[in-house]
C-alpha cells in the first residue's frame, strides 16, 4: 500500500466523523455513555465478522496485552473524557478545546522517526484551527468558567493525539487489533452508564437507525480507516484535513435544517481549505524523504 493511497483511507475516518454530529442528534434521548456503548459494540461487532469471515482473528493472539491497553484506553479515555467535559463546561467552548488534537497531532509528528515538520504544517494547522473554532463557538470564541469541563477537554485532546501517535509508532501492529479496542470501550462504556446514567432507549425507528449509523460508521469504521491512516498514510496531512470534519459536520446539519448558515461558516471553509492546502503542499515536497513504516 502506498503512503498516498494510506492517506486516502485515513481521510475517510474523517468523513465519517463529519456525520458524528448528525447521528448523535438523531439518536436521542440515548445517554453518551449508554449511546457508546451500543456504537462500540455495533462497531467491534461489525469488525468481528469480517476477522472471523477472512481468518484475520488469528492475527490477535500475537498482540502484545499492553497493546491491547493502550488501544482501548485512547478510544474509551477519549469519549469519556470529552463527553464529561461537555457536561461540566458549555458545550462550544470544550468542543473547540477538545479539537485541538489535529493541531497536536500535526506538531507532535515532527518528533516521529522519519517524519520532518514544515512551516506550511504548522501554518495551515493553524489556520485550520481558527475556522474550526468559528465554527464551533459559532465565531464568538469566548471561553470562561468551567475549569474544570475545559480541563477536562483539553485531556481528551491529548489523549487523542497520544493514541494518534502512538498508533503510528505501533505500525506494525495489525488493524484487526482495533475489533478488540471497540469490545473493550463497549465493556467500560457500559459500567460508566451503569455508575452515572439513568437509561434511556430510542423511541422510534429513525433514532436506532441513526445508533446504528454511528456505530458502523464514525463510531466504528472510522477507527479502522483512521488506524490505517495513521500508520501507513501522511499522518501531518491527516492532522490538518481533520479539521474539514467541524465544516462538513456543519454544512450536513445546516442542509438537514438542524443549524443555520451564518458569515462564520463562510469564513471558516476559507481556513479550513486554505490550511489543508499549504499542508498539502508541504507534504508533497517532502515525498522524496525515506517512506516510514
Known amino acids: 500500500m502506498t503512503r498516498a493511497t494510506a492517506t486516502l483511507i485515513g481521510f475517510s475516518a474523517v468523513l465519517l466523523w463529519a456525520l458524528l454530529a448528525f447521528f448523535t442528534v438523531a439518536s ?16 467491534g461487532g461489525a469488525g468481528l465478522i469480517w476477522l472471523l469471515a477472512t ?12 497493546v491491547y491497553a493502550f488501544g482501548t484506553a485512547g478510544l474509551f479515555g477519549y469519549h469519556f473524557l470529552y463527553f464529561s467535559a461537555l457536561r461540566l463546561a458549555p458545550p462550544a467552548e470544550a468542543g473547540l478545546i477538545a479539537y485541538l488534537w489535529p ?42 468558567g468551567a475549569l474544570t469541563g475545559y480541563a477536562l477537554a483539553f485531556v481528551a485532546a491529548l489523549t487523542w493525539t497520544s493514541y494518534s501517535l502512538g498508533s503510528r509508532r505501533l505500525g506494525k501492529v495489525p488493524t484487526a487489533a482495533v475489533v478488540v479496542f471497540c469490545l ?27 445508533i446504528a449509523g454511528l456505530g458502523l460508521g464514525p463510531v466504528g469504521l472510522a477507527f479502522f ?34 443549524a443555520s448558515a451564518s458569515w462564520s461558516l463562510v469564513l471558516a471553509a476559507v481556513l479550513i481549505t486554505g490550511g489543508a492546502i499549504l499542508a498539502a503542499r508541504a507534504a508533497r515536497s517532502g515525498f522524496s524523504r525515506p517512506k516510514d513504516g
Not at 436521542?28 to 462497531?43: E, S, T
Not at 481468518?55 to 499492553?66: F, H, Q
Open 184 to 210: 473493550a470501550s463497549s465493556g467500560l462504556s457500559a459500567l460508566a452508564h451503569l455508575a452515572l446514567e439513568v437509561p434511556a432507549w430510542p423511541s422510534d425507528p429513525a433514532a436506532w437507525a441513526a
Open 225 to 258: 480507516t483512521w488506524d490505517i491512516g495513521v500508520k501507513k498514510g501522511d499522518i501531518q496531512l491527516l492532522g490538518t484535513a481533520s479539521y474539514a470534519a467541524p465544516l462538513l459536520s456543519t454544512l450536513i446539519l445546516v442542509a438537514t435544517g438542524m
Open 103 to 144: 493541531l497536536l497531532i500535526v506538531l507532535g509528528s515532527g518528533l516521529l522517526p522519519g517524519e520532518r515538520l514544515r512551516a506550511g504544517h504548522v501554518i495551515g494547522a493553524v489556520m485550520a484551527f481558527v475556522g474550526a473554532g468559528l465554527i464551533v463557538t459559532g465565531g464568538i470564541g469566548r471561553i470562561e
Open 28 to 43: 436521542q434521548p440515548v445517554p453518551p455513555f449508554q449511546l457508546n456503548a451500543l456504537c462500540f459494540a455495533i462497531g
Open 55 to 66: 481468518g484475520g482473528w488469528r492475527k490477535l493472539s500475537g498482540i502484545p496485552l499492553r
